[in-house]
């Protein structure tokens, strides 16, 4: 449930950016949601890390690369890895309680 979770905040997120430059609210949640979706697909049939897709999909110098490094710099992975990590954290935290 946690990452379900996270991945509606970013669904989220990617809608935001959509309604920002000007789709709307429907259109952009559409959008974002057939992404996210599509990239769940390409790993669980590929078989294949994200990362290896990832390369498949950034051409030098294209828009890709640059969202990518863009993520990269604002720590969007790191966030989302200390987002599970304190989830398992508070989880333990709460089965100590109950003990």
């Not at 669980?44 to 030098?60: A, M, Y």
């Not at 490094?69 to 309680?97: F, H, P, Q, T, W």
Request: aromatic letters at 2%; hydrophobic letters at 40%; a negative charge.
């Amino acid at each position: 449930a946690v990452v379900s979770t996270q991945s509606t905040g970013i669904l989220e997120a990617l809608s935001d950016a959509g309604v920002r430059h000007g789709l709307s609210r429907d259109v952009a949640t559409r959008h974002a949601s057939q992404a996210m979706l599509g990239a769940a697909r390409m790993v669980l049939e590929s078989g294949r890390h994200p990362g290896e897709l990832k390369d498949e999909v950034c051409s030098p110098g294209g828009v890709t690369i640059n969202a990518i490094y863009s993520m990269e710099k604002a720590g969007v992975r790191a966030a989302m890895m200390d987002a599970v990590d304190s989830c398992i954290k508070r989880n333990y935290e709460l089965a100590r309680l109950n003990e």
